[in-house]
């Protein structure tokens, strides 16, 4: 148990006193997690791989001891991937017993565990804590396994789950050093400047640990590796994937051809895979939230069933690191752009078509609809136009809102709202 403690000491700097690096605040998720935790709900963050979780962790480590005066020695980390807890029978179990008997024995610390997943029978572990009512919990994941697993239900919904997504443009501005408010006659006057670090922001996304990089090369390299270790760590060996290099041909062929409608039907004569494989494969990406699928929008459960689908995924610059190269592809990227924020957002985008091809439509709280299309161009391509026409015109006082997002146009075209693409990101 000796080992284990200056495992812990180690993990956890606070005790002692010892400064720990918080990075770039995003307060986007933070004020959630905060507000989440003071419920005495578990707080649940999931996300794929790298994409800030255990950063977002210690600033709230940080925003407990320093602004709510929280005692250090009443906070537990934990990295339920380190080496050390393998060899343990009751890992997690263990843990607390050593953090309370020679840390802290008083009720109310609040234990956090990042990447608990790795934990078998973690499940059932956190719902027995979670009923003895001493601690705050913290927890997270680096798939949707997480939360699509035993925990939903021996929980029934008793906890609070935040989706952590790389970097929206706000934050990567702020990467940056780059701090923008929200006045708009100050965001216009920048505006040549934003649209320089927009493109930037296009091709190399928004994994934070990349966006620090300096060197081109070492960003590609770097998102490579990123990309490698999801699909080994997240897909391959959670789901005991046999045929890889299946797999491997058909995440290569999504990834090149993200925002383009498919079907399984089409896939499996297109890789010469099984369509109910392709089916589980996708399903693996999406569990690893790597990919997204997108649905064709009907109210009718049977017409979504039969109408393809579109694929979008995680991070432009993943997109682009791993398949092929990007000046082609800067239309597919846009539109891969406001999906993300779409989700951000809290929206399930779905699309649309009859003679034209509406990208995204929302549901809105009120049970309205917002039609969305997007184009890389300021010559506002009729056909856009056209097409959210038509939706409005199929699903006439359901729809609210119809925007067509631009390069740099800003104008009203009868009930079409066009804005440009940098202006629509920072206004969230």
């Not at 390069?407 to 009203?412: A, G, L, Q, V």
Request: glycine share 6%; proline share 3%.
């Amino acid at each position: 148990m000796t080992d284990l403690l200056e495992h812990l000491v180690a993990l956890n700097p606070w005790w002692s006193g010892r400064a720990f690096e918080t990075g770039v605040r995003r307060e986007r998720y933070l004020s959630k997690i905060k507000q989440y935790l003071a419920s005495g709900e578990i707080v649940a963050l999931s996300g794929v791989r790298r994409a800030g979780k255990t950063t977002l962790l210690y600033q709230m480590i940080h925003d407990l001891i320093h602004e709510q005066g929280v005692d250090p020695r009443s906070i537990l980390f934990v990295n339920c991937d380190e080496p050390v807890l393998d060899g343990l029978d009751h890992p997690l179990e263990t843990v607390l017993d050593t953090y309370r008997r020679a840390v802290w024995s008083d009720e109310g610390a609040v234990l956090v565990f990042d990447e608990i997943q790795n934990v078998p029978g973690w499940e059932r572990w956190v719902k027995a804590v979670y009923d003895r009512n001493q601690f705050g919990l913290v927890i997270s994941g680096s798939s949707s396994h997480l939360l699509d697993t035993e925990v939903s239900t021996l929980i029934s919904g008793r906890y609070l789950a935040v989706p952590v997504y790389p970097l929206d443009f706000r934050e990567y501005l702020l990467f940056q050093g780059c701090e923008v408010g929200s006045d708009p006659i100050a965001l216009t006057g920048r505006k040549y400047d934003l649209l320089h670090h927009l493109r930037r922001y296009l091709r190399e996304g928004g994994f934070p640990q990349t966006v620090r990089q300096k060197e081109e090369s070492v960003k590609i390299d770097q998102l490579r590796a990123y990309y490698d270790s999801i699909v080994y760590r997240d897909i391959v060996r959670v789901n005991e994937v046999r045929n890889q290099r299946a797999m491997s041909a058909l995440l290569s062929y999504l990834l090149t051809n993200i925002a383009s409608p498919y079907s399984y039907r089409q896939l499996e004569q297109v890789l010469g895979i099984e369509a109910a494989t392709i089916r589980e494969y996708i399903h693996y990406a999406g569990m690893a939230m790597v990919l997204f699928e997108v649905r064709y929008f009907s109210y009718s459960l049977k017409v979504q069933a039969r109408n393809n689908k579109k694929i979008y995924c995680i991070d432009t610059g993943l997109r682009n690191a791993v398949s092929f190269t990007f000046s082609a592809d800067e239309g597919r990227c846009v539109e891969n752009l406001v999906f993300l924020e779409l989700r951000r957002r809290g929206y399930e985008p779905y699309y649309w078509k009859k003679r034209g091809e509406v990208d995204f439509v929302l549901k809105n709280q009120d049970n309205t609809l917002t039609a969305i299309n997007v184009t890389s161009t300021d010559a506002l391509p009729e056909r856009e136009m056209d097409a959210l026409r038509e939706f409005a015109g199929e699903f006439g006082g359901k729809v609210k809102d119809l925007v067509l997002i631009t390069k740099d146009t800003e104008r009203t075209e009868g009930e079409i709202r066009c804005v440009p693409l940098w202006k629509w990101l920072l206004d969230a």
